[in-house]
Structures are given as structure tokens and as C-alpha cells.
């Protein structure tokens, strides 16, 4: 029998190339398309040699063309960080808003599945907390964030649309922070930031007074999440993310401890727009998807700094840690 078809859009990214190892480990055959503006060709070298594995530097932007059947359409492509968005705020307007209807007409003409990759951005800086999938959010459209928050409000609109109207196969995760292997090490992100200041020694740069909180997930249980979510029958939005909410101030600690750095802390001035308190309410992946967070931060932890020691070319931890 032939093997089912992924196309996955963003695929050289961070979650993209978790998400291609998982589809080939589930036998499907990959297409990963990245134009690599983000993404990091790096990230999927390894699955070169795998012969259901493909890769297209493609703009999701312009018309995609896809030979062949296809028949889930994850798409995954978009510049991911604070600091992306206010160095690329028409990429990331354009992949969400245009990028997102090409990967729906590529869905539509293959008859694929379709998963859009959403965010918890869409709730802005929240006045309801956790934040459950029937909350609206809170987002300011104008502000330096307004690209990425509204081009996934847009995306979500379209995707129903194209479910509602079309009767398309769709699925909409909402992504809370996630962290793992594969992060960009200066994408400006918390982790990668305290990760690579702890590992050069450098104080950690937490904005405002740090007590600004987030819910960090490990990304191989976001991996599972999105699965179970792609074989499910839910269209509307279902959050995923671990709902172990800290403060940053915490957060920047316990990089400081996995690392056994001697570190300090500094503090800079809070980012415009800076949602104060992000947190999921899973209940509702709990209760369709039978989906809960397994790796504890510590855990997660120690697995993402043996990337950045090999990225930033760091010895490797000395076993019984320093
Ligand atoms: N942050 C920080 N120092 C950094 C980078 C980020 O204190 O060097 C803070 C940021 O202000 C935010 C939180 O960490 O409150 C998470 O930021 P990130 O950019 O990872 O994602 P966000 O959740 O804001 O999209």
C-alpha cells in the first residue's frame, strides 16, 4: 500500500522538523518546505538520507505546487519570536494571511487534511486566565506584535471558512511556549536567550521585574498533542501547551540551575506589549485527545542544552554535572 503524503509547511523550523521526524516515524512520506528566512536547513540535514524524506525551499506565499497525492497539509511556516516579527513584519503578516489560503487551495485541490499551527498570541495580553479555548482574547492590533497575533486570527478565520464553506478536513492547534532542541539560538525568545548568556557566563536578561509568567512545554510532548489532534475529529481551536505556569524570574533561575552556570540576573526594560500572564486550560485536549504534558522542566531542560553546547560548541556536560 503507498504511504501516506505530509506536506509540512515550515519544516526546517524549530516544531517543522520535530514534526517531520514524527510523521516519517509513523511511515508517512514528508515534504518539508521551508524558504528558510527562519528556519534552519541544519535542522532537517539529518533526514537527507532517509528516502521518504523531501525537502523544497519554497516561499508558502507564492502558489505551491505539490505533484503527486497529498493528504495532510500541517501548515507551520512563520517567523516564530518577538524579535522576528519586528525584523520581518510583512513576512509574517504574509505567510499567516496569504501563506495560510495557499496551503488551504493546496489542501482543498489534494483533498488533504489540514492543520493549521495557531497560537496562544491569539489572546493577547489576556484578561481572563488560563486562557480556554471560548475566550476571544485581547490583542491590540497596531502594536509591534499586531503582525503575528492578527495574521493567526486571520489564519484561524480562513481555516473555518474553508471548513464551513468548502467542507474542508480541518484542525487548528493553539501553541503555548514550547521549548526543546532546535531553537534558534538568537531568535530572541526567553530560552535561547538565558540558555546561550548562561552557557557564555553572561548575566540573563529578564525583562521588566520577571514577574510577567508563561507555561513552557517541552516540544516532544507539543509533538504528541499535535498528533493526536491531527487524528481526531475536533475543527474548532485546541489549545496545547503545559499548563505549569511560572514567573520569567523563575524560568531565568532554572536555566541557571540546569546549566550550573554562575550567571546572574539582569534586568531590562519590558517589550511593548508583553502579555503579563499566559497560561493553557487543557481541559479540553484532556478530555478529546486524552493529552496531557509528560516531561518535567528539568528534564526538558537538560535534553535542550546538550543542543546549544553543540551549537554554540560548548564541551560537553561532564557526566555528575558541574
Ligand atoms: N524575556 C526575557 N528576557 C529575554 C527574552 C524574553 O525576560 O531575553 C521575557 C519576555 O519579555 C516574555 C517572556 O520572557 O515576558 C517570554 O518571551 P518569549 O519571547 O520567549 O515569548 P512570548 O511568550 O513573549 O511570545
Known amino acids: 500500500m503507498a504511504r501516506p503524503r505530509a506536506l509540512i509547511t515550515g519544516g526546517a523550523g524549530?516544531?517543522?522538523?520535530?514534526?517531520?521526524?514524527?510523521?516519517?516515524?509513523?511511515?508517512?512520506e514528508v515534504v518539508c518546505m521551508d524558504n528558510l528566512v527562519t528556519g534552519d536547513i541544519r535542522n532537517v540535514e539529518h533526514l537527507f538520507a532517509d528516502e521518504h524524506f523531501h525537502f523544497e525551499k519554497r516561499d508558502v506565499t507564492e502558489h505551491i505546487h505539490v505533484p503527486g497525492a497529498v493528504d495532510s497539509v500541517l501548515h507551520f511556516a512563520s517567523p516564530a519570536s518577538p524579535i522576528d516579527y519586528l525584523e520581518l513584519p510583512i513576512q509574517t503578516l504574509k505567510v499567516g494571511s496569504l501563506g495560510t489560503h495557499k496551503a488551504l487551495g493546496?489542501?482543498?485541490?489534494k483533498n488533504a487534511r489540514f492543520l493549521l499551527a495557531s497560537t496562544s498570541e491569539c489572546y493577547g495580553d489576556p484578561l481572563v486566565h488560563p486562557q480556554s479555548e471560548d475566550y476571544w482574547?485581547?490583542?491590540?492590533?497596531?502594536?509591534?506584535?499586531?503582525?503575528?497575533?492578527?495574521?493567526?486570527?486571520?489564519?484561524?478565520?480562513?481555516?473555518?471558512?474553508?471548513?464551513?464553506?468548502?467542507?474542508?478536513d480541518t484542525r487548528i492547534v493553539r501553541i503555548f511556549n514550547t521549548y526543546g532542541p532546535r531553537m534558534r539560538l538568537r531568535d530572541?525568545?526567553?530560552?535561547?536567550?538565558?540558555?546561550?548568556?548562561?552557557?557564555?557566563?553572561?548575566p540573563l536578561t529578564v525583562f521588566g521585574d520577571g514577574s510577567q509568567t508563561r507555561s513552557f512545554c517541552y516540544v516532544d510532548d507539543?509533538?504528541?498533542?499535535?498528533?493526536?489532534?491531527?487524528n481526531s475529529k475536533e475543527h474548532l481551536p485546541v489549545n496545547i501547551g503545559n499548563p505549569s505556569e511560572m514567573t520569567i524570574l523563575e524560568f531565568a533561575q532554572a536555566v541557571i540551575r540546569a546549566t550550573g552556570s554562575q550567571s546572574g540576573i539582569e534586568?531590562?526594560?519590558?517589550?511593548?506589549?508583553?502579555?503579563?500572564?499566559?497560561?493553557?486550560?487543557?481541559?479540553k485536549a484532556r478530555r478529546l485527545l486524552g493529552w496531557e504534558p509528560r516531561v518535567p522542566?528539568?528534564?526538558?531542560?537538560?535534553?535542550?542544552?546538550?543542543?546549544?553546547?553543540?551549537?554554540?560548541g560548548a564541551p560537553p556536560a561532564v557526566r555528575g554535572g558541574r
Open 137 to 168: 482574547g485581547n490583542v491590540n492590533p497596531v502594536g509591534p506584535r499586531g503582525v503575528y497575533d492578527e495574521a493567526k486570527r486571520f489564519a484561524e478565520a480562513m481555516t473555518m471558512a474553508y471548513h464551513r464553506f468548502h467542507g474542508l
Open 106 to 109: 493546496l489542501a482543498r485541490a
Open 297 to 312: 522542566l528539568a528534564e526538558g531542560l537538560a535534553r535542550t542544552l546538550e543542543h546549544f553546547r553543540a551549537r554554540l
Open 14 to 28: 524549530f516544531l517543522g522538523s520535530h514534526l517531520c521526524e514524527r510523521f516519517l516515524a509513523e511511515g508517512f
Open 222 to 230: 507539543l509533538v504528541e498533542g499535535i498528533w493526536r489532534l491531527l
Open 267 to 283: 534586568f531590562r526594560p519590558l517589550p511593548v506589549d508583553d502579555p503579563k500572564v499566559r497560561q493553557p486550560d487543557i481541559t
Open 188 to 202: 530572541g525568545r526567553a530560552l535561547p536567550a538565558f540558555m546561550s548568556q548562561a552557557l557564555a557566563g553572561e
